[in-house]
């Protein structure tokens, strides 16, 4: 009995430091295709769909924005970098020079220099309270 009521105490105090981020994209030109969506914990393996945290592929609604959320968050330092895959291919797609042919978007907007933003540009900080973010194309 002892050790279910640790237990139950441990698991509410992390549900308590849990929190959701709720993102909406915007700028999207077309509707074709979905947005692919990564949340990053940690600087190496940003804009690497397959390195994410969490990932989520998200449809592109009437009015050409998406939406999603990321839910049960522990507290710490996150970035967000997503692409719209209009052709489904997984993919960034880029011409010759590296640059991308699909639009990109990054947590706190942050801007494409010579390649992605780094993960401190985009980094913001999950706490305890809800938030919602907006992320423009670029």
């Known amino acids: 009995m002892k050790q279910l009521l640790i237990s139950l105490l441990l698991l509410s105090t ?8 709720t993102v909406t994209l ?8 979905v947005v692919r969506i990564g949340l990053y914990n ?3 393996g940003f804009t690497e769909l397959d390195k ?6 998200v449809p592109i609604k009437a009015d050409l924005s998406a939406y ?12 967000i ?14 011409n010759f020079l590296g640059i991308p042919k699909e639009k990109v978007f990054f ?9 992605p933003p780094p993960f401190k540009e985009a980094a913001f900080y999950v706490g305890k309270e ?3 973010l907006l992320l423009h194309a670029q």
């Open 14 to 21: 992390t549900m308590a430091h849990a929190t959701t981020v």
């Open 26 to 33: 915007r700028g999207i030109e077309n509707p074709n295709g």
């Open 42 to 44: 940690k600087k190496d």
């Open 52 to 57: 994410a945290y969490r990932g989520n592929s």
């Open 68 to 79: 999603t959320s990321f839910s049960k968050l522990p507290e710490g330092y996150y970035a």
């Open 81 to 94: 970098a997503a692409f719209h895959d209009t052709n489904t291919n997984n993919k960034l797609d880029k």
């Open 107 to 115: 947590s706190k907007n942050a801007k494409i220099k010579m390649g």
């Open 130 to 132: 809800t938030q919602t």
